[in-house]
């Protein structure tokens, strides 16, 4: 048998992590910051020391899962906000996706938390830049449809809006969510 190539071990690494940012956004829905690396290696179905071998601690997991979720909902606002999409769809999308990448789920319901699980320094971070990549750009939208002196705080409800009612689903791990009512009802005045 021939060794692996460096892409092999590379492929091999990068579908691992993949697999544990998985298990750890759907043991962090079940548990909340009481997950441990041992409901991570679970869910991931592979071993505790291979959880380990990757990240330290849990922190270091959930830091690494809110980054690539924080990129994600950057292409998100990109392409649904900047580009000039409505409210309505970029709503819409964003509960589509959380039903099916519970990480990203977990970002915007931190992110409505002010990322208080996280360490002081770590929530402060992410804190900022969840208001640069999604919160500004929605406010912004906001301001071409009325005026409004606190654009910032009404992007910021609408968002917890929406993760209050994605969680309804997300929690019992429901594939249903209607995902037109809830837009209706909370963003049909946009």
Known sequence: MTPRTKE???AIRTRRMGQIMRAAAEAYVIKG???DMRDVAAAADLGYGTVYHYYKNKYDLLSDLLTMALGEAEEIGLNYLIKGSSVQDYGMTLLRRWRKDPSLFVLY?????????LPEQEAKVFAERFRQSVIIPLAEVLGTL???????????????????CAGLSVYRRSAEMNEDEIVKLLL???
């Open 146 to 164: 009325r005026r409004d002196s606190r654009l910032e705080e009404s992007a910021f409800l609408i968002i917890g809006g929406l993760v209050g």
């Open 33 to 35: 910051i009481n997950m």
């Open 188 to 190: 049909g005045g946009f």
């Open 109 to 117: 319901k931190l992110a409505c938390e002010h990322f208080r699980e």
């Open 8 to 10: 092999q071990n590379e």
